[in-house]
Every structure is written in structure tokens, then in C-alpha cells.
């Protein structure tokens, strides 16, 4: 693998932090659990414990519906922006980790994107609903449906890439 691809990933599990802070975490469980992060190494390797792959897409799934409720703080908020920072520098060194790349640059990388990311889809969701009047909660489920897309993409990658690395 390319530098290059392993920061990839770290920006695109930052862009999926950004917009629903514990997608990336549902991600990397499954790529734990599939055996596509086996060699996180350090504080890191919390990722690869039985439960965290559970864990991690209850959360995902909570939050899936915390973000139609309208007490729900707004994502570019400090303390939201913050987590979906951490989520996402987390993520980014995980991945980096587990590819034998930079976990400093892919924390930067993912930690950078997922503050791009939030603002970007705050901004893109307020612009959708000006223009079209639709209900908030209508374009945060289109919203939810382009995160999974992503995820789901970024997993089946991911999953292909340690294949070939283990072959």
C-alpha cells in the first residue's frame, strides 16, 4: 500500500467522523472484526477488543437518531466539533497504524478532515433546506444514506487492500 492511500483512508474516515462522528469508529470495528487491522499497535489496539465493534455501531446507530432531535447541539458547536475532531484524528491513526504508515500524520489528516467535513455538511444541509423547505430531518436521513454509501465503500476498500497485503 501507497503512502498515499493509507492517509486517503484517514481523510475519508475523517470526512465520515465530520458528518456522523461514530461512523468512522462503526467502520474500523468492522475492519477489526474482519481482521483488517491487525497490526494496530499501542493505545490503539482498543479497536481490535471483542466489544468494540458492538459497541461502536450502537453508538453509530444512537446517533443516527440524536441527530433528528431538535435539543440535538449543532455539529460546528465546540463540543460536538471537538468529538467529531477526536473521532475522526483517532480514526486517521488507526488505519495509519494498521498500515505501517505515520500515526501523527494520519491523526492530522483525519482530525483536519472531520472539522472540513462537519463544517461542509452543516453548511450543505442549511443551503438544501433554504432552497427546498424540506423538513430538517428529511435531509438528515439523505444525509445518513451518503455516510453509509461512504462507509460502506471505504469498508469493502479497506477489506480489499488487507487482502492483498496478506496474499
Do not use: H, W
Not at 115 to 141: F, H, M, N, S
Not at 144 to 164: C, I, N
Amino acid at each position: 500500500m501507497r503512502n498515499s492511500d493509507a492517509y486517503a483512508a484517514a481523510a475519508a474516515l475523517g470526512v465520515l467522523a465530520g458528518m456522523r462522528s461514530m461512523a468512522a469508529p462503526a467502520v474500523l470495528g468492522r475492519l477489526s472484526r474482519n481482521g483488517s487491522l491487525a497490526a494496530v499497535k499501542g493505545p490503539l489496539t482498543v479497536i481490535t477488543k471483542p466489544g468494540f465493534a458492538g459497541a461502536a455501531m450502537l453508538l453509530s446507530l444512537g446517533e443516527l437518531v440524536a441527530d433528528k432531535l431538535p435539543i440535538t447541539p449543532n455539529r460546528t458547536a465546540a463540543g460536538p466539533l471537538l468529538g467529531r475532531a477526536l473521532m475522526g484524528g483517532l480514526s486517521g491513526a488507526a488505519v495509519c497504524s494498521s498500515k505501517r504508515r505515520s500515526v501523527p500524520i494520519g491523526a492530522f489528516i483525519g482530525a483536519a478532515a472531520a472539522i472540513a467535513a462537519a463544517y461542509g455538511a452543516y453548511e450543505l444541509r442549511k443551503a438544501i433546506g433554504q432552497k427546498t423547505r424540506l423538513p430538517d430531518a428529511v435531509i438528515g436521513i439523505a444525509e445518513d444514506v451518503m455516510v453509509g454509501s461512504l462507509g460502506a465503500a471505504l469498508l469493502s476498500r479497506l477489506t480489499d487492500d488487507a487482502e492483498l497485503l496478506a496474499s
